[in-house]
């Protein structure tokens, strides 16, 4: 079975610059989820789908980063404008559960790293 | 503000001893805790995940949990240089599935 798929590994941009990220999930994964961890901390939920609909995005800066699942499959996450703030690893995962049980495994990808100059 | 905390560590533990990592977690809510393990560089891996009170065992690892000191603790047995890795301990809190996150522990394993 092939695990999550993430790209491009790295990228490289000026502040003010924007920047997509591509996820896909594992096959039949019906929940996708985005995560931002900053060097030094553990990651953060950006913003979490299931199947094609947002079930949270609590903590998505929403003024500069935006995220979509057409079709309930691949995903993108886009940031405009960059800020220097932004420079991180950004993570995918997806579990099975359509519900999102609370036990349900998450399985993350390779991760992005953004670096903001 | 549901927080997890877990001492960020290092951790410095001698090859064949006996690793015990630790977790605290503010919500009474939580209803599943996940031990990730994260090797520089690399995506988080699952480890184990306990919700019920007390002890797991999946080889070498122990997971435990005790939701009236709201703790929770990975033991990792015979430890072996290949364990030396930053541990994430996660909590969800209802079916949506989130985690929460704590800062993680680096672990070092001396031969």
């Known amino acids: 079975e092939a695990g999550v798929a993430q790209s491009p590994r790295y990228k490289i941009i000026e502040k003010r610059q924007s920047v997509a990220f591509w996820c896909n999930p594992i096959?039949?994964?019906?929940?996708l989820y985005w995560y931002q961890q900053i060097l030094g901390q553990g990651p953060k939920l950006l913003i979490q789908?299931?199947?094609?609909?947002?079930?949270?995005d609590s903590q998505l800066p929403k003024d500069r980063f935006s995220a979509e699942r057409l079709k309930g499959v691949d995903s993108t996450l886009k940031i405009q404008p960059a800020k220097l703030e932004d420079s991180a690893v950004y993570l995918c995962?997806?579990?099975?559960?359509?519900?999102?049980?609370?036990?349900?495994?998450?399985?993350f990808g390779p991760g992005t790293r953004l670096t903001v100059l | 503000q549901k927080e997890v905390e877990q001492n960020s560590g290092p951790l410095s533990v001698p090859e064949g001893a006996i690793a015990s990592l630790n977790c605290t977690y503010s919500?009474?809510?939580?209803?599943?805790f996940f031990w990730y393990r994260q090797y520089s560089g690399k995506s988080p891996e699952l480890i184990m995940f306990?919700?019920?009170?007390g002890d797991k065992e999946d080889g070498r690892f122990t997971a435990q949990l005790n939701k009236a000191s709201q703790y929770v603790s990975l033991l990792i047995r015979d430890s072996q240089p290949s364990d030396s890795a930053t541990y994430l301990c996660?909590?969800?809190?209802?079916?949506?599935?989130?985690?929460?996150f704590g800062q993680g522990t680096e672990l070092s394993v001396k031969p």
């Open positions: 996660a909590v969800t809190y209802n079916q949506g599935g989130k985690l929460i």
């Open positions: 306990i919700y019920s009170n």
């Open positions: 919500d009474r809510g939580s209803q599943s």
């Open positions: 096959s039949g994964h019906a929940t």
């Open positions: 789908f299931q199947n094609n609909g947002v079930v949270d």
């Open positions: 995962a997806s579990s099975k559960t359509r519900q999102g049980a609370s036990t349900d495994t998450q399985y």
